[in-house]
Every structure is written in structure tokens, then in C-alpha cells.
């Protein structure tokens, strides 16, 4: 703002200037001189701009002011209850989980739905800030990626049919395993697939897996536990599923962030924290997991 009131006075001192001598001129020479009119014309222009330009300024600044940050998060859609849609709405525990943290950092969040695969090379590409989607914090990620803290104990769980044959690890031998693409699960299912002499199928979603089953293409599905805990429940007593043995231990989710993304990991870590304090991170966890 005094940036622009020095330019009008600049602009009235060069006035005073320019009309002292245009006021030196004779009645005649002025009626005469076309330069004359020009000159005042142009100069109520300026001031004219001048003063516009002044507004214009404000009114950025104010609006500027009252904008949050916005920041674009990745997460797949087909991976309930921690990502899903209902109704075309995009819902889910870690969903919600992050609209909340960002709302406690006064930011907005841009979903940027995408497979699982392609989320990590997109933060390392800075296409988008963070990323949630029941993410394992895992060393190799930590190398391309930073994390939020830990907002999830997981495992995983070997799942096959209710009237299948399975009973334990011991009768893996020579089965097939499916598994998701990039995942944790997929790493399991290749290191027991060589230990029991078996194959291992890679997917790209949890519905193509569970009918890679069903239609006997696959002996077992490797899947995190909350997620297959959560769709045999919902499924009730039309579940065609079950879980084998105990679940295996796993990485503890975390929100991805791009390491392009200055700052980010303090504000998610910090909404995280104040959404535990306050009771509201055990009231989300307790409508998605009030069985666990």
C-alpha cells in the first residue's frame, strides 16, 4: 500500500511540474496548443490507474489472506473400510482420517485417485504431496519418501475359501498365491511361495483377488488383516471367506508424503497428535475397528 502512495505523489509532483509550465503559456498559445489537451488528458489517465491499481492490490491480498493451503493426497478407492466409495463419495477410514489432520492444519485436501503401484512413483515425482492407502512404512520407501508418524498397527492374514482344505502355513505346498502389486502382502507371498514350492499371481485390486479365488484360480489371497477382517464382516454369512492360522506381522501405516513437500510432515504429525489428544482419533478408529 505505501509502495502506491509514493507512486501517486511522484505522479502529482510531476503534474505540478509539467502544468506550472503549461499555466506560463498565454490565452492564445494554449487555445493553439493541440499538446495542451493531450497532455491533461493523459494525465487524469494515469492517476486514473494509478488509483485502480491500488485497489486491485487490496483486494488480492485479503483474498490471499483467507484461502487455506491446498494440497493434493493420492489414494486408491477400492480398499475398504480404509479407502472406498459409497455412493460415488469418496469415504474410509483413512479418508476421514486425513480430511481431519488437514483440517486441524487448516489445509484442503485434492483427492487424486490411482492404483496402489503408481502411488509412491508419483510422490517421488512431486505429482502429488502425500499419499494414504494403508501405506506400510517400509526402509525402501523411507529412501524415495518421507512419512508421517505411525497411525496404524497392521498384519497380514492368509485368506482362502470356507470349504477349502486349508488349515495352516504347512499346506501352502505347491499352492497358488495371490497377492497385490507393491504391497507388503506380495513380498510374504513370494518368500512362502519359495518355501512351499509355489506360484504367486500379482493384482491390482482387492476385488480381482478375492474372484481369482472364488473362481478357483488361486488357492490363497494374501491381504492386510484389517482390510480382510473388515470384508468378511460385512459380507456376514454370505462370506465365502476365511482366515488361515494367525495373522503375520507387518509394517505400521503412515501417511507418505513427497520430499518436495516442505513442511508437511510437521503439520500431518502434529494434526495426527492433536486429533489423539483430543479423543477424536479413538472415536474414527472405533467406527471402522470397534471389534479389534
Known amino acids: 500500500m505505501s509502495k502506491n502512495i509514493d507512486i501517486i505523489e511522484n505522479v502529482v509532483s510531476e503534474i505540478n511540474k509539467f502544468s506550472g509550465g503549461l499555466f506560463l503559456m498565454n490565452k492564445q498559445q ?16 494515469i492517476i486514473a490507474i494509478t488509483l485502480a491499481g491500488c485497489g486491485t492490490d ?19 478407492q477400492d480398499y475398504p ?8 463419495k469418496l469415504t474410509g477410514f483413512d479418508v476421514e482420517l486425513v480430511e481431519a489432520v488437514a483440517e486441524k492444519a487448516d489445509m484442503t485436501v485434492n483427492w487424486e485417485i490411482m492404483k496402489f503401484d503408481g502411488i509412491i512413483p508419483a510422490l517421488q515425482a512431486n505429482q502429488v504431496d502425500a499419499a494414504v492407502s494403508a501405506i506400510g512404512i517400509r526402509d525402501d520407501r523411507l529412501e524415495v ?27 501352502l505346498e505347491g499352492s497358488t498365491i495371490v497377492a497385490k502389486q507393491g ?25 480381482t483377488m478375492y474372484m481369482e479365488l472364488e473362481n478357483g484360480n488361486a488357492d490363497v ?19 465365502e471367506l476365511r482366515i488361515v492360522g494367525d495373522k503375520y506381522p507387518s509394517e505400521d501405516y503412515g501417511i507418505a508424503i ?26 474414527l478408529y472405533s467406527q471402522y475397528f470397534s471389534e479389534e
Open 30 to 45: 494554449k487555445k493553439n496548443t493541440f499538446v495542451y489537451k493531450i497532455v491533461m488528458i493523459a494525465l487524469v489517465g
Open 58 to 76: 487490496e483486494v488480492t491480498s485479503e483474498s490471499s489472506d483467507g484461502s487455506k493451503e491446498e494440497i493434493s493426497v493420492a489414494v486408491v
Open 81 to 88: 473400510p480404509f479407502e472406498y466409495k459409497v455412493d460415488e
Open 145 to 171: 519418501v518421507d512419512f508421517s508418524d505411525p497411525y496404524f498397527e497392521s498384519g497380514l492374514s492368509l485368506v482362502t475359501l470356507k470349504d477349502s482344505a486349508f488349515e495352516s502355513e504347512a499346506d
Open 221 to 239: 489371497v494374501i491381504n492386510d488383516y484389517p482390510s480382510v477382517a473388515y470384508k468378511i464382516n460385512q459380507d456376514g454369512e454370505d462370506s
Open 258 to 283: 513427497s520430499k518436495g513437500s516442505e513442511g508437511l510432515v510437521e503439520k500431518m504429525n502434529t494434526g495426527l497428535q492433536e486429533l489423539k489428544d483430543s479423543g477424536e482419533f479413538d472415536e
Open 183 to 207: 504391497t507388503s502382502s506380495l513380498e510374504l507371498a513370494n518368500k512362502l511361495a519359495e518355501e512351499y514350492n509355489g506360484e504367486v499371481t500379482k493384482l491390482q485390486d482387492d476385488a
